[in-house]
């Protein structure tokens, strides 16, 4: 039997970390061709993972530019994908998640007809703002897509009423589970000097990121205000803070918590180092989704810098707490969970309603069966 060509895409360092698992999977099927494309919307962050997951790409567009806008990661990405399709004529083209490159991805391969699979589909917060713009890059390839692999079961009720075939839509998990757990079962000493100097064992840890486009400005400032009134008052705690790369974030970061000893703000880290620090944090503090399913898996809390979350099964199971970006109740919210061992151990002890760690092979599972019968 010939071999069903299909083609991967993503761009960003979570879309190769949550299809790390997939591409391994589908590399063991008997049934596909699969190759890589990689938009590198981020290029070096993304580059890490591969490496770690010994991944490789088999086509590399390098798109990222210095203050690349949305329009212009856009028009790049689909450009370089007209000629990756053009080269390898797959069936099927497989992306993830909400970023530009998912919307490209999908995009050109409903240009040139070819079946399209979605990984984490049907998150939704239905605010087209609330994620910016990764709510609207979900809904649109949501529209698109041929096959829909919903990480949870309400993620699969949403795209059931907005009428998608229930017959392609599988409830897979999640496959950042995957990743992770194959992640932290490594024996692993941090590669990062700052890190290396830290006594995990002297008081509480706090692992922080905060990067959405909708909390920079004000809302930052009243995050970072947050934080530093814990460190002033709790003389034991620590924060560390791995900074994105924008200047804008950076800039009201240092102004806030740069000279606090306590608050280690450092350099972005490769993905072991990131998540042995989390498996060694107390709390995560963050405006990320991903992290929302992580951290549960390896039972930290997680509080969640934002309004709304498109995760919202972790609500419902009690693993995450929305707590907006008012300084107060990032302060009260945090300082329960430090200083109330009912609460804490109830969040931490939550059963992670984000996946077993085998959603990668349902995922090859169902597309074996499907292109066997067709």
């Known amino acids: 039997m010939e071999k069903i060509k299909v083609l991967t895409v993503f761009g ?9 698992p997939v591409l391994k999977a589908l590399e063991g099927s008997q049934v596909f061709e699969p190759r890589l494309a990689v938009t590198a919307q981020h290029r070096e962050m993304m580059d890490q993972v591969l490496d770690i ?21 856009m028009v790049r ?47 939704r917060t239905y605010d087209k703002y609330q994620p910016f713009p990764e709510e609207i890059n979900r809904h649109l390839t949501g529209v698109l897509a041929d096959h829909h692999f919903a990480p949870t079961e309400r993620a699969a009720a949403n795209l059931r009423e907005e009428r998608i075939p229930p017959e392609r839509i599988q409830v897979t998990g999640n496959t950042i589970i995957d990743a ?9 000493e941090f590669n990062r000097e700052e890190l290396q100097e830290i ?33 002033e008052e709790i003389s034991d705690l620590q924060v560390i803070y791995p900074l994105h790369a924008n200047p804008i974030l950076r800039d009201t970061v240092f102004t806030i918590l740069g000279k606090h000893p ?23 503090l963050t405006d990320s989704g991903g992290l929302q399913e992580e951290a549960p898996a390896l039972d930290k809390p997680v509080l969640v810098m934002r309004e709304k979350t498109e995760r919202p099964e972790g609500l419902d199971a009690g693993t995450v707490r929305l707590v907006g970006t008012d300084e107060n109740r990032i302060y009260s919210e945090v300082k329960a969970l430090l200083e ?10 939550a059963p992670n309603p984000f996946g077993d760690g085998k959603a990668a092979q349902r995922i090859c599972n169902y597309l074996e069966s499907f292109y066997l019968c067709t």
């Open 53 to 73: 997951f010994k991944v490789q790409a088999d086509y590399d567009l390098d798109i990222m530019r210095p203050g690349q806008s949305l329009s212009s990661i």
């Open 199 to 231: 006594d995990f064992q002297a008081g509480p840890v706090i692992l922080m990121t905060a990067h959405r486009r909708e909390n920079w400005g004000t809302p930052l400032e009243k995050i970072c205000s947050g934080v530093r009134r814990l460190v």
């Open 180 to 188: 992770l757990l194959d992640v932290v079962e490594r024996p692993h």
């Open 340 to 349: 109330n061992e009912e609460i804490y151990q109830a969040m931490a002890s």
């Open 12 to 20: 960003t360092r979570p879309e190769a970390i949550k299809m790390a």
């Open 77 to 123: 990405a689909l450009s370089g994908l007209e000629e990756v399709i053009a080269d390898f004529s797959p069936r099927l083209l497989l992306v993830h998640g909400d970023t530009a490159t998912t919307f490209a991805g999908a995009l050109a391969a409903y240009y040139h007809k070819l079946d399209i699979g979605h990984v984490e589909a049907g998150l």
């Open 262 to 284: 306590r608050v280690h703000l450092i350099e972005p880290l490769d993905y072991l180092d990131f998540c042995h620090l989390m498996a060694r944090a107390t709390i995560v």
